[in-house]
C-alpha cells in the first residue's frame, strides 16, 4: 500500500476509518461491489497534537488486498471491504490470519471491515474475529 496520507485530520481512529470509507465509496462507486480495496489507518504526532489520517485506498488483485504495513507510518487500523462475491457480512479466517501477523508488527491494531451490505465491523482482539463488533456510520468529511 502506497503511504500518501489524507489531507483531511481527524481526532480519532474511528474518524479516519469512516473518512476512508466514504472515499472508497464515493471514488469507487461500484468497483468496491467487485473488487477488496483496502488501507491503514495511521497515528501522525507532531510537538502539539495527535491527528489520525488514512492512506490511500487501493484495490486489490481480483478479490484481495495487500497489507503490507507501509513503512514511516505507524499503523493503528487496517480497513478493507468484502465484495459482494463474499456472500458472509463477517471476516474471513485469513483476515484472522493477517490480524496475527500485524499485531506483532503493529501492537494494538485494529481491523475494520465494510462488509457486502455496508455493514461496518471491526475487531481489536482475536476474539472479535470472525464476527466483529458492529460499528455505526457517522458522517465525517473525506479526501
Keep these: 500500500m502506497a503511504g500518501e496520507i489524507s489531507k483531511t485530520v481527524y481526532d480519532t481512529r474511528d474518524k479516519a476509518a469512516m473518512g476512508g470509507f466514504f472515499s472508497v465509496r464515493e471514488h469507487h462507486k461500484t468497483e468496491w461491489e467487485r473488487k477488496e480495496f483496502g488501507f491503514f489507518v495511521v497515528l501522525v504526532t507532531d510537538k502539539t497534537k495527535v491527528t489520525y489520517h488514512y492512506t490511500e485506498p487501493e484495490s486489490g488483485e481480483g478479490t484481495r488486498v495487500n497489507q503490507d504495513i507501509p513503512p514511516g507510518l505507524k499503523p493503528r487500523g487496517f480497513w478493507h471491504t468484502h465484495p459482494k462475491s463474499d456472500s458472509t457480512g463477517d ?36 476474539d472479535d474475529f470472525l464476527r466483529g463488533k458492529s460499528l455505526q456510520w457517522i458522517q465525517v468529511p473525506f479526501d
Design 91 to 126: 471476516f474471513g479466517a485469513d483476515d484472522l490470519e493477517s490480524f496475527k501477523k500485524a499485531v506483532k508488527v503493529a501492537g494494538g491494531i485494529f481491523f475494520y471491515l465494510m462488509n457486502p451490505f455496508q455493514e461496518l465491523r471491526y475487531a481489536q482482539v482475536e
